[in-house]
């Protein structure tokens, strides 16, 4: 803005939420409650730019959710109703129309069914099936503008539709004295998947938006039946006698695709990379009469390189994998009473000062910085943080 008391961008925007609930008796062993919750939401644009129209929300869900343990069998249900009408002006460029006025309204039918089973002390396991909805936002809906903070142009699509999904789910866990192990996967079915991509311009270049001199990407809404998978294991240890020691291992992995590939694609983008991270830890209940709980650790975050992108219209790119060393130590100093009188904690992450971009970064896309020489803006490097956490309490009255 030329004036420096006006915003470019200024959202006046309030928001009402509500929730009810209403348990019932206990019933034959079952827990059973209702309920209803929602929002009502009004944006008002008063800066120079609009990404998003002026508009007004509502929604509004109804459940029912039920549980009952039958020995080592726990069982559990729910089921949702939930509805958002969306009115939404003309969004205004000065007083040029660039997106027409619109009333939409989506609902839909979600719910799951559960069950947990405690073989044995040790082994326990869960299983879950669940339908979801989602209605589209209203930037999925009808933006048009410079997204600042991600240095994207972005275009809404009116003609989205509510996502639905089916998902599969299940968890085993075994825990000892000295180990413990979980295994969770996932599978997800989406209709009408929405994402972003970027949008093709002249010879098969990036489209360009000049926004005040600066051209930023242009990027818009789409909508696709995908499905997810993924899967994570942890295994936690703490070997006897060294009954202070844990070390912790965790790997995650997911993947998404489309049912129909897209210019010769069928990688969902911006999915995560696959991750390693494995941490020593050394915890102490009593170092002394005055510390407690101290502790020491040491971690090895490795991310996977991201091969699987989605390439069409140039929306990602593969991300180059990475190792990261992380340390801290901290502790709780208690007075005579053994009450806390603060705890203190140290922390030194990426001690290796490595150069990274995180592949879901939005900022790996910025322009080249002419200093370095590299596109994108990398992640922090080399950096230490020192936290007090003081408790405090009060009484008022007797």
Do not use: C
Not at 42 to 60: I, K, M, S, T, W
Not at 274 to 280: A, D, I, Q, V
């Amino acid at each position: 803005p030329d004036d420096d008391k006006e915003r470019a961008l200024f959202f006046n925007l309030k928001t009402i939420t509500y929730t009810a609930q209403f348990h019932l008796a206990q019933n034959n062993g079952w827990q059973t409650s209702y309920g209803l919750n929602g929002m009502q939401q009004n944006n008002e644009n008063r800066g120079v730019e609009q990404l998003v129209p002026d508009y007004n929300l509502f929604d509004a869900g109804v459940y029912a959710y039920t549980r009952k343990q039958i020995d080592n069998v726990t069982l559990s249900g729910g089921l949702r109703f939930d509805s958002r009408s969306i009115d939404a002006s003309n969004l205004l460029d000065g007083v040029t129309i660039k997106g027409e006025a619109f009333k939409k309204t989506f609902s839909n039918i979600s719910g799951s069914l559960g069950l947990t089973a405690q073989f044995t002390k040790q082994l326990n396991f869960k299983l879950n099936l669940a339908r979801g909805f989602r209605a589209p936002s209203i930037p999925e809906l009808a933006s048009n503008g410079a997204h600042e903070g991600t240095t994207r142009y972005e275009y809404g699509n009116t003609g989205l539709k509510s996502e639905t999904s089916l998902q599969f789910d299940a968890g085993l866990d075994y825990n000892t004295e000295h180990l413990s192990v979980g295994l969770s996967t996932f599978y997800n079915n989406f209709n009408n998947f929405i994402f972003y991509r970027k949008l093709e311009g002249a010879n098969a270049g990036d489209s360009l938006v000049d926004v005040g001199g600066d051209f930023l990407t242009a990027f818009k809404f789409d909508q696709q039946k995908a499905f997810f998978a993924g899967m994570e294991a942890t295994v936690d240890i703490h070997p006897h006698p060294l009954d202070w020691l844990h070390i912790l291992n965790t790997f995650s992995i997911v993947t998404g695709q489309f049912d129909k590939s897209i210019e010769g694609n069928k990688f969902v983008p911006f999915v995560p990379a696959s991750k390693l991270t494995t941490e020593l830890k050394g915890s102490f209940n009593r170092l002394s009469n005055s510390v407690r709980n101290f502790y020491v650790k040491f971690e090895v975050d490795n991310t996977f390189t991201k091969k699987d992108v989605f390439t069409t219209y140039n929306t990602e790119t593969q991300t180059a994998g990475y190792t990261l060393l992380n340390a801290g130590i901290g502790a709780d100093v208690v007075n005579k009473n053994n009450r806390t009188l603060f705890s203190l904690g140290f922390s030194a992450l990426n001690m290796g000062d490595v150069a990274f971009q995180n592949h879901l970064s939005r900022l790996k896309y910025a322009a080249e910085n002419a200093a370095t020489q590299r596109t994108g803006v990398f992640n922090m490097g080399r950096n230490f943080s020192l936290k007090l956490n003081i408790p405090l309490s009060f009484s008022l009255g007797n």
